[in-house]
C-alpha cells in the first residue's frame, strides 16, 4: 500500500502538450485536484497551454519540474521512449505517476516501472480510460454474473480510426518506431487488449500479421519524405489461458471509420458492445447480449455508470467525461494509499501481449505471451 496523504488540494504536474491538454481537462473536473506545473520543451508553446488554463508553473525540464514543482503526482503523455526514465525520477522524488500507453517500449522496461513504483511505495496508473465506457462497464458486470455462461469460446475485438488514412498526413513522431514502438497496436491496439484481458482474461499465445500501408510521409518543412517505420494496421489470431480463441484487429487507416467492437461468445451466451463515434452519445455506448436460445436484444445500462456523463463543455465531452475517471481514482489512492487499477501492473501485462505480437509479424509463427 501507498502512503497515504492528508493534503486538502492535490498537486499536480502534467508532461507534454498533445493529449497533455486531455489530462488537463480531466483534472479540472477532479474534486481536490489541481494543476500547478506543467512541462514542454518549447518555451513558447509550453507558456502557451500554461496560459490558457491557468497553470501557475511552466517549465521546459521535467527534471526542475519535479525537483522545484512541490508535486504529489505526475501525468506523463510524452513519446514511449522516454516513459521509463520519466517514470523512475518522479518515484525518486515520492511523486506518483499517471502514464500513457503503451506503458513503455517492451515488457522489460514495463517490469521496470512497475517495480520502482513498488519500490517507492507511490500510486501508478495506466492510462486505459476505455475501460470507463459505460457499455463496457456494464459489459464487466454481465461478465463476472457469468451472463454468457461458465466459459468463454471466443472473443472478437476490432478498432477502426482513420487518423493514418491520409498519405498526405505529415510525418510526426508517431511514426517513428524508435519514439514509440508501435504504431496501431500502440495508438488503439493496446486499448483493445487491456479491455479484452480485463473483460474475458489473459493471452496465452499469439500469431499476428502487420502492415505499413504508407511507406513514407511528407515532412512537415515540405523539404521531402521520411520512411514510416510503425504499422498502419495489425490483425491477429490468439489464445487465452481459459482456452477461448481470439479474432482481433487494429486499423489506424481504415476510411470513413471510427468504430470499436468486442463480442465475447460464451457456452450459454453472448455480449457484444460496440463503440460508434459518428454518434452524439458515443461516449455511452450500446450492448447487446444474448442467453441460452434466447434471441439478441439492447441491453439496458444502469444510470449510475453514466452519471458522470454531464461535461461542462460538450467540445470536450470524451475528454472530461471518460478521462476524469482515472484522474479521479489517482486522487483516491493518493489520499488513501490504495493503489487502484489500471495499474502499472495492467500496463505491463499488456505490454506482453504487444510484444508478443511485435514478435510474430517477424517470425511469422506462434508466439507465447510471457
Given at each position: ?8 488540494t ?6 507534454g502538450?498533445g ?11 477532479t474534486?481536490?485536484v ?15 497551454i500554461?496560459q490558457?488554463?491557468g497553470?501557475p508553473?511552466?517549465?521546459t ?5 519535479l ?10 503523455t510524452t ?14 522524488h515520492?511523486v506518483?505517476v ?6 513503455a517500449m517492451?515488457?522489460e ?11 517507492a ?15 463496457f462497464c ?11 455462461g461458465?466459459?468463454?469460446?471466443h ?8 487518423r ?7 510525418f510526426g ?5 524508435e ?29 499476428s500479421?502487420q502492415?505499413i ?11 521531402g ?16 489461458t ?29 455480449l ?17 447480449g444474448?442467453?441460452?436460445?434466447g434471441d439478441?436484444?439492447?441491453?439496458h445500462?444502469?444510470?449510475q455508470l453514466?452519471?458522470?456523463?454531464i461535461?461542462a463543455?460538450?467540445r ?12 479521479r481514482?489517482?486522487a483516491?489512492g ?25 514478435h ?11
Amino acid at each position: 500500500m501507498a502512503q497515504a496523504t492528508q493534503k486538502n488540494t492535490i498537486k499536480v504536474g502534467v508532461v507534454g502538450g498533445g493529449f497533455g491538454r486531455t489530462h488537463i481537462l480531466a483534472y479540472r473536473t477532479t474534486p481536490g485536484v489541481e494543476v500547478t506545473a506543467f512541462c514542454q520543451r518549447t518555451k513558447a508553446s509550453a507558456e502557451r497551454i500554461a496560459q490558457d488554463f491557468g497553470i501557475p508553473q511552466v517549465f521546459t525540464d521535467y527534471h526542475e519540474m519535479l525537483a522545484h514543482g512541490d508535486l504529489d503526482a505526475v501525468s506523463l503523455t510524452t513519446p514511449t521512449n522516454v516513459h521509463l526514465v520519466m517514470a523512475s525520477e518522479a518515484f525518486n522524488h515520492g511523486v506518483s505517476v499517471l502514464c500513457e500507453k503503451p506503458l513503455a517500449m517492451n515488457k522489460e522496461e514495463a517490469a521496470a516501472m512497475l517495480k520502482r513504483a513498488e519500490e517507492a511505495h507511490v500510486i501508478h496508473m495506466t492510462a486505459f480510460n476505455f475501460r470507463f465506457l459505460p457499455a463496457f462497464c456494464r459489459m464487466k458486470e454481465l461478465m463476472q454474473e457469468g451472463y454468457v455462461g461458465n466459459r468463454v469460446l471466443h472473443v472478437e475485438a476490432s478498432w477502426f480510426t482513420e487518423r493514418r488514412a491520409d498519405p498526405n498526413l505529415p510525418f510526426g513522431w508517431r511514426d517513428q518506431k524508435e519514439a514509440v514502438g508501435f504504431g496501431a497496436m500502440g495508438d488503439m491496439g493496446v486499448h483493445l487488449v487491456d479491455l479484452v484481458r480485463w473483460l474475458a482474461g489473459d493471452f496465452k499465445r499469439v500469431c499476428s500479421q502487420q502492415v505499413i500501408f504508407t511507406k513514407e510521409r511528407p515532412l512537415a518543412d515540405g523539404s521531402g519524405k521520411r520512411e514510416v517505420t510503425v504499422e498502419d494496421c495489425c490483425v491477429f489470431i490468439g489464445e487465452l489461458t481459459g482456452g477461448g480463441l481470439v479474432s482481433f484487429a487494429a486499423n489506424a487507416a481504415a476510411r470513413g471509420s471510427a468504430y470499436q467492437e468486442i463480442r465475447i461468445l460464451g457456452n450459454d451466451g453472448v455480449l457484444r458492445a460496440a463503440v460508434d463515434r459518428s454518434k452524439p452519445d458515443w461516449m455511452i455506448g450500446e450492448l447487446w447480449g444474448a442467453r441460452g436460445d434466447g434471441d439478441t436484444k439492447l441491453l439496458h445500462i444502469p444510470e449510475q455508470l453514466r452519471e458522470h456523463l454531464i461535461p461542462a463543455d460538450a467540445r470536450h465531452a470524451a475528454r472530461e467525461a471518460i478521462f476524469a475517471n482515472l484522474t479521479r481514482l489517482l486522487a483516491h489512492g493518493i489520499r488513501t494509499g490504495e493503489q487502484p487499477s489500471p495499474s502499472f501492473r495492467d500496463g505491463l501485462e499488456a505490454q506482453k501481449v504487444l510484444d508478443a505480437v511485435e514478435h510474430s509479424a517477424r517470425v511469422g509463427n506462434w508466439v507465447p505471451v510471457s
